[in-house]
Nanobody, 122 residues
Framework: QVPLVESGGGLVQAGDSLRLSCAAS????????MGWFRQAPGKERDFVAV????????YYADSVKGRFTISRDNAKNTVFLQMNSLKAEDTAVYYC???????????????WGQGTQVTVSS
């Protein structure tokens, strides 16, 4: 089974925007913090953003703060990442994941999607 499925990646120019989506089952989604991470070629998987169940807590990595927006639609079991003013250094595979508590650490997340490729050319 594939309980988390990312979509919306693609090839864009620097300065462009993309919106990523992560579709989950209700069982996978309910009562979990949802996070976005990214991994560039040859690099470690890095934190991007996290959102609490009700959206009261949101936190971003410094590298994306002011450019990216995380949101969730609990009725549709979907989390989004709106990415604006994209830079070449944003190029990576983007993953959504769930966690039982808020964290920026990879090891706090217990379920991961397969990822969607975002490529930003300059």
């Amino acid at each position: 089974q594939v309980p988390l499925v990312e979509s919306g990646g693609g090839l864009v120019q620097a300065g462009d925007s993309l919106r990523l989506s992560c579709a989950a089952s209700e069982y996978t989604f309910s009562h979990y913090y949802m996070g976005w991470f990214r991994q560039a070629p040859g690099k470690e998987r890095d934190f991007v953003a996290v959102i609490s169940v009700g959206g009261n807590y949101i936190y971003y990595a410094d590298s994306v703060k002011g450019r990216f927006t995380i949101s969730r639609d609990n009725a549709k079991n979907t989390v989004f990442l709106q990415m604006n003013s994209l830079k070449a250094e944003d190029t990576a595979v983007y993953y959504c994941a769930r966690a039982p508590y808020r964290s920026t650490r990879v090891d706090a997340y217990d379920y991961w999607g397969q990822g969607t490729q975002v490529t930003v050319s300059s």
